[in-house]
């Protein structure tokens, strides 16, 4: 299955600032997802990002607080737009290699704002 | 609205015990469901269910698709404390490519 590098791995940030999240592939994949876990509950996702097309978000996310490239087909990056203490979560971002895996998930980028 | 709902949220037991999660389903075109354990922050794949009454092995956990009742369960035989997870379920409708996200287990297995 396919090997996602994804960072940062943690951070703290002040609320209104921004973040950026980037995810590397070891292989070419057509779509890749970015998933939020807040403290305590279970993974929803924020998009759907293909490359050469505008990003896909699920409802209750926008692209002006989640902005996403994905410029070729083995790199992502979302953004966390004028963060609040709420966007405190775990991001992560994943493919579908393909197969009778199901998804893959990058590491993970901790992310509390204070 | 596609939804899926795991049982037990939380499950304390000792190491030796066998364990029953559970996950059930409400899925337009159910496609595939699937297990993960988490320990940290990315979930660990387990296993991929797609076909109901073929039961997947790996050591001592395994899993089995009930189509017909819109369910899930995964066993694990013989815990060990390393088996302390959240362990998450998820469905796949048929033709989204998304996975829908069950609440999880969150497994502790004392020494």
């Given at each position: 299955?396919a090997?996602i590098?994804?960072?940062?791995?943690?951070?703290?940030?002040?609320?209104?600032?921004?973040?950026?999240?980037q995810c590397q592939v070891?292989s070419q994949v057509t779509m890749m997802f970015w998933?939020?876990?807040?403290?305590?509950?279970?993974?929803?996702?924020i998009a759907t990002a293909n490359q050469g097309s505008e990003a896909t978000y699920?409802?209750?996310?926008?692209i002006?607080?989640f902005p996403i490239s994905r410029p070729n087909l083995t790199f992502s990056t979302l953004t966390?737009?004028?963060?609040?203490?709420?966007?405190?979560?775990?991001?992560?971002c994943s493919v579908q290699p393909g197969?009778?895996?199901?998804?893959?998930?990058?590491?993970?980028?901790?992310?509390?704002?204070? | 609205?596609?939804?899926?709902?795991?049982?037990?949220?939380?499950?304390?037991?000792?190491?030796?015990?066998?364990?029953?999660?559970?996950?059930?389903?409400?899925?337009?075109?159910?496609?595939?469901?699937?297990?993960?354990?988490?320990?940290?922050?990315?979930?660990?794949?387990?296993?991929?269910?797609?076909?109901?009454?073929?039961?997947?092995?790996?050591?001592?956990?395994?899993?089995?698709?009930?189509?017909?009742?819109?369910?899930?369960?995964?066993?694990?035989?013989?815990?060990?404390?390393?088996?302390?997870?959240?362990?998450?379920?998820?469905?796949?409708?048929?033709?989204?490519y998304k996975?829908?996200?069950?609440?999880?287990?969150?497994?502790?297995?004392?020494?």
């Amino acid at each position: 299955s396919a090997v996602i590098s994804q960072k940062p791995s943690r951070d703290i940030c002040q609320r209104g600032t921004s973040l950026t999240i980037q995810c590397q592939v070891d292989s070419q994949v057509t779509m890749m997802f970015w998933y939020r876990q807040q403290p305590g509950q279970s993974l929803t996702l924020i998009a759907t990002a293909n490359q050469g097309s505008e990003a896909t978000y699920e409802s209750g996310f926008v692209i002006d607080k989640f902005p996403i490239s994905r410029p070729n087909l083995t790199f992502s990056t979302l953004t966390v737009s004028n963060m609040s203490p709420e966007d405190s979560s775990i991001y992560l971002c994943s493919v579908q290699p393909g197969g009778n895996y199901g998804y893959t998930f990058g590491s993970g980028t901790r992310l509390t704002v204070v | 609205e596609d939804k899926v709902v795991q049982s037990p949220l939380s499950l304390v037991v000792h190491e030796g015990d066998t364990v029953t999660l559970n996950c059930s389903y409400e899925v337009t075109n159910f496609r595939s469901l699937l297990w993960y354990k988490q320990e940290k922050k990315a979930p660990t794949f387990l296993f991929m269910l797609t076909s109901s009454g073929i039961e997947k092995k790996s050591g001592r956990l395994s899993s089995i698709l009930d189509k017909k009742e819109l369910s899930s369960i995964l066993n694990i035989t013989a815990t060990q404390t390393g088996d302390s997870a959240i362990y998450l379920c998820a469905v796949e409708a048929s033709g989204t490519y998304k996975y829908i996200f069950g609440t999880g287990t969150r497994l502790k297995v004392l020494a």
